[in-house]
């Protein structure tokens, strides 16, 4: 445990969760990805008000994970690409065997792939 826990930059794995959830909710919006990513799945995307509660917990509680994983890897940046591209490519085959539409399976890896990038960013800065 104290190999994961001890020279964890812990500002690092806060502000790369937040950025890359703030990604997120820029990502998601209508006028950018989110009409063709509700098109995909046959959702209407509600408002703010109508937001899944637990969905967005699971996320940030997601994004904590990896920006802690990020941290860890430092400025690693070969095996932080592999690690983004494994979990991206791992997401979009399950999202195959559920079926989910194509754009929408498009859209969420551009997210993954995305959140990588910020997170990376943010450990190299911090």
Do not use: C, R
């Not at 509700?38 to 990896?66: D, F, H, Q, R, Y």
């Not at 399950?94 to 194509?102: E, H, N, S």
């Amino acid at each position: 445990m104290e190999a994961i826990t001890v020279h964890v930059n812990w500002i690092a794995v806060i502000v790369g969760a937040v950025a890359a959830f703030i990604l997120g909710w820029v990502w998601y919006l209508p006028q950018v990805f989110g009409k063709p990513w509700a098109k995909a799945l046959g959702v209407e995307l509600g408002s703010v008000s109508s937001v899944p509660v637990p969905a967005m917990l699971t996320n940030i509680v997601g994004l904590l994970g990896v920006s802690w994983v990020g941290t860890l890897l430092g400025g690693d940046y070969w095996t932080w690409g592999l690690v983004i591209v494994a979990f991206t490519i791992l997401n979009f085959s399950g999202a195959l065997f559920g079926k989910i539409g194509m754009a929408a399976n498009w859209v969420n890896a551009g997210y993954l792939v995305a959140t990588g990038v910020v997170i990376y960013i943010v450990n190299l800065v911090l």
